[in-house]
């Protein structure tokens, strides 16, 4: 086996390179019994990995191993402190935990079928729930470490095709939110109490469903809520300043915040409608 360790990160740059390096020393020895395709996934992936990140890798497999083979494999390539996890995810996956050579790491196995079933309706426009349109972008960000053409071939079908059905859902939720009377009067009336609790909760929703319907827009897959805004400094066809101006809107008094998120809103809009879908 290979258990060259890579050297202790030191800039931003390195730490992310070190956890890909870990990543690489688990591909390099993983028998192919427990990995027919291996992926590491999530920030480490986008090249967004800090100090403060875990690594994640994914195991592909047709027949998925017992615990105590992978959890063996993992202790055996230095991992500390596992826990494991005997529920499986809603997408069928199941996963350990622990500390691997100073990185906490998340190690995830699934088969190729689980996957499949998972994908497929997404793929399909009939999944509309943000929490599993992630696994989307997930698989599309991947860094492949190996593969036996399974998972290259979902990464060309998610970067190639998005549904319009899911594109047209997001279009149809945000203009129905915009033009919700009702709404924008409740927003008028919390700006006016100072119940900044409640707008806050109201003008976040707006702004994620903005930000959910500029993706679909520009056929890109939605990550975790945590990385929204930094994926879409990317986006090509976004409203002018639009970082900015949500950074303003949670700066400004209440009654002006309410008038700001709702002129983004529908800026948004107006550029969905302006492409022609």
């Known amino acids: 086996m290979n ?48 100090a403060a990140s875990d690594l994640e890798v994914n195991f592909w497999v047709t027949t998925l191993p017992g615990h105590d083979e992978r959890l063996d494999w993992l202790v055996s390539m230095g ?5 494991v996890h005997f529920r499986p995810r809603a997408d069928q996956s199941v996963w350990i935990n622990g500390q691997f050579h100073g990185v906490a790491l998340e190690a995830g196995w699934q088969t190729f079928a689980a996957l499949d079933a998972s994908l497929t309706p997404i793929l399909a426009g009939a ?20 593969d036996n053409g399974q998972i290259a071939a979902w990464q060309t079908r998610l970067k190639e095709e998005y549904p319009a059905a899911l594109r047209a859902q997001l279009y149809e939720d945000a203009l129905k939110r915009l033009n919700d009377p009702e709404r924008l009067a409740d927003a008028r009336r919390l700006a006016q109490r100072g119940e900044v609790l409640a707008l806050v909760d109201m003008l976040r929703d707006d702004i994620t469903l903005m930000m959910r319907l500029l ?63």
């Open 3 to 50: 258990h060259q360790i890579p050297f202790p990160p030191v800039s931003q740059s390195e730490t992310n390179e070190y956890r890909i390096q870990l990543a690489q020393m688990l591909a390099r020895n993983c028998p192919p019994t427990l990995a027919e395709s291996l992926a590491i996934t999530g920030s480490t992936a986008r090249g967004l990995g800090d």
């Open 79 to 83: 991992l500390r402190d596992p826990v």
């Open 127 to 146: 999944v509309f729930q943000r929490k599993v349109l992630t696994l989307a972008e997930l698989i599309t960000s991947a860094l492949l470490l190996r």
């Open 215 to 277: 993706y679909a827009l520009n056929g890109r897959w939605e990550a975790g809520q945590k990385w929204t805004l930094t994926l879409a400094d990317g986006l090509p066809i976004m409203p002018q300043n639009w970082r900015a101006r949500i950074h303003e809107i949670f700066a400004a008094p209440p009654d002006t915040a309410v008038d700001l998120c709702h002129a983004l809103l529908a800026e948004a809009i107006n550029l969905y409608i302006e492409q022609g879908y």
